[in-house]
Structures are given as C-alpha cells and as structure tokens.
Nanobody
Framework: QVQLVESGGGLVQAGGSLRLSCVAS????????MGWFRQAPGKEREFVAV????????YYADSVKGRFTISRDNAKNTVYLQMSNLNPEDTAVYYC???????????????WGQGTQVTVSS
C-alpha cells in the first residue's frame, strides 16, 4: 500500500475556495489512481472525485461537479482538490485515497489518508 498525507483543510466562508493536497509515499505514485472522499458529521463517507494514473481521466460526484477540480503532479507525488464556491454542505473531513485500479462512484480504494477537516461557514 501507499502512505497518504493530506493538508490544506481549514475554515472558509461560503462562496470561498480551498485547495487540498495529498502527498503519497512508499510506492510508485504514477501506478495509482487517486481520489478524494468526504465524511460529514453523522453521515457515511461519500465519493467526491477520482483521477486516473496518468491524469487524463477524471470523474466527479454530481454534488461537486463544476465546483471542484482534481489534478495530480506525478513528479511531486501529489494529488490536489481545488474546491470553489464552497457551501456549508461541503463541511466534512476530506480523505485522500489510492488504488492501482481506476473507478467511479463505486470505486473502493485500498489506501487511505488520515483526513483533513474542511469547515464552511454561512
């Protein structure tokens, strides 16, 4: 498995933006599809976005499509989640995830980070 460390969470006002980062170590980064999930208080963890190993293909949950952008820099072993036009419903712990295989909403990655808190105030 690959080790993942997220950063970039914080408190932001509604309508604002944040960029999350996730640095991977332990395995060849470019061999993994990367993605983001989130878990709000009292709710199950949900899929947010995924990017293929090369970065050529991405897929988003309907709830974030058009507002969030996932990208990766294979030279830096890092995946990003640029979040714009945030609203209070985006408040959650955001988790970075990795798996050798690409998937969509049903994607079940093998490696997880510890999470970073994002709080959006109204």
């Amino acid at each position: 498995q690959v080790q993942l460390v997220e950063s970039g969470g914080g408190l932001v006002q509604a309508g604002g933006s944040l960029r999350l980062s996730c640095v991977a170590s332990g395995r060849t980064f470019s061999s993994y599809a990367m993605g983001w999930f989130r878990q709000a208080p009292g709710k199950e963890r949900e899929f947010v976005a995924v990017i293929s190993r090369s970065g050529a293909t991405t897929y988003y949950a309907d709830s974030v499509k058009g507002r969030f952008t996932i990208s990766r820099d294979n030279a830096k072993n890092t995946v990003y989640l640029q979040m714009s036009n945030l609203n209070p419903e985006d408040t959650a712990v955001y988790y970075c995830a990795a798996d050798p295989n690409y998937g969509r909403v049903s994607w079940s990655p093998e490696s997880w980070g510890q999470g970073t808190q994002v709080t959006v105030s109204s």
